[in-house]
């Protein structure tokens, strides 16, 4: 079941209404009352395993919360993203009734603080990909409740994330060994010292890296100087020989120009199979996938 863009709901509309083996509802940008959102999460009961409420209104914190608890237990996608109504203590009394939750989206839910990302790490075990991106509250505090807890952790996003910091980064990717996808960047610049530190402990990266740089500077991110309209072949050599398994390199930017002298410089020196591409610097992602 999908619901996506309506103007509102209404909980008529679904009074009475059981679908037993409802698993995945889409709420993506729907106008609805705390009366609605319980009326059609209930239509799945138990059996619902996915709920994107993408950029949803009309709800409450409270609304959310108790339309959710009857249905939590089996709950493996959870999208918040965007949600003015959502708040740590959203998130805090949540996340201990999901012991099966593997994907959560909190991208730009910027009134989250490091305790959402402490409760997330302490409740759900089964974690396996974080979207975080676009929220300066996050520290290097909650990157260490990830690396040590999220054991299983696959992709995470924390790009756009001012708060945290090249070391919380490394942290992450020294403990959580089966990251195979990675965001940074954004809103804080990584010095180039800060850069090769992290692109040495890529190595077990396995599908992307994506670095988003704001500004074309010297010491940005990717760009590394102002050769080659922005980008150094020492930049793009180190991401090359670093992650020896990656398959995607994403270098963002928020310049509409075409670095088409990049190309020139890494054809020769690519592996089969590695993709290096340049991206805008807003950041997509595939939790409805």
């Not at 990909?129 to 952790?153: M, P, Q």
């Not at 994403?250 to 670095?259: A, F, G, W």
Request: proline content about 3%.
């Amino acid at each position: 079941m999908s619901i996506e863009h309506c103007r509102s709901l209404k909980p008529s509309q679904f009074k009475a209404v059981q679908c037993p083996d409802l698993r995945v509802i889409s709420l993506v940008k729907t106008e609805c009352n705390d009366a609605s959102l319980a009326a059609v999460i209930l239509m799945a009961a138990s059996a619902l395993e996915k709920l994107v409420c993408n950029e949803s209104f009309g709800f409450s914190s409270a609304g959310l919360i108790n339309a959710l608890y009857p249905v939590a237990k089996n709950l493996r996608v959870l999208g918040l993203g965007g949600l003015l109504a959502v708040s740590d203590d959203t998130i805090v009394s949540l996340v201990p009734h999901c012991p099966q939750l593997e994907v959560i989206d909190l991208a730009d839910c910027e009134q989250l603080t490091n305790v959402s990302i402490i409760a997330i790490c302490t409740s759900c075990e089964r974690i396996e990909r974080l979207y975080l991106h676009h929220n300066n509250n996050y520290t290097d505090e909650a990157l260490s409740y990830i690396s040590h807890r999220c054991i299983k952790l696959i992709a995470l996003h924390v790009s756009h994330c001012s708060g945290v910091t090249y070391l919380g980064v490394c942290n992450v990717l020294d403990h959580c060994r089966k990251l195979d996808t990675l965001y940074i960047g954004g809103r804080r610049l990584l010095l180039t010292e800060e850069l090769m530190v992290i692109v040495s402990k890529c190595a077990h990266l396995t599908y992307k890296l994506s670095i988003s740089t704001p500004y074309l500077l010297d010491e940005v991110v990717i760009a590394i100087g102002h050769c080659c309209n922005g980008y150094s072949e020492r930049g793009v050599m180190e991401l090359v020989r670093g992650c020896i398994k990656l398959q995607n390199i994403v270098i963002s930017e928020n310049s509409k120009r075409v670095v088409t002298p990049l190309a020139g410089l890494i054809w020769e020196h690519l592996r089969p199979g590695l993709e290096i591409s340049v991206e805008p610097c807003e950041l997509g992602y595939d939790i409805l996938s």
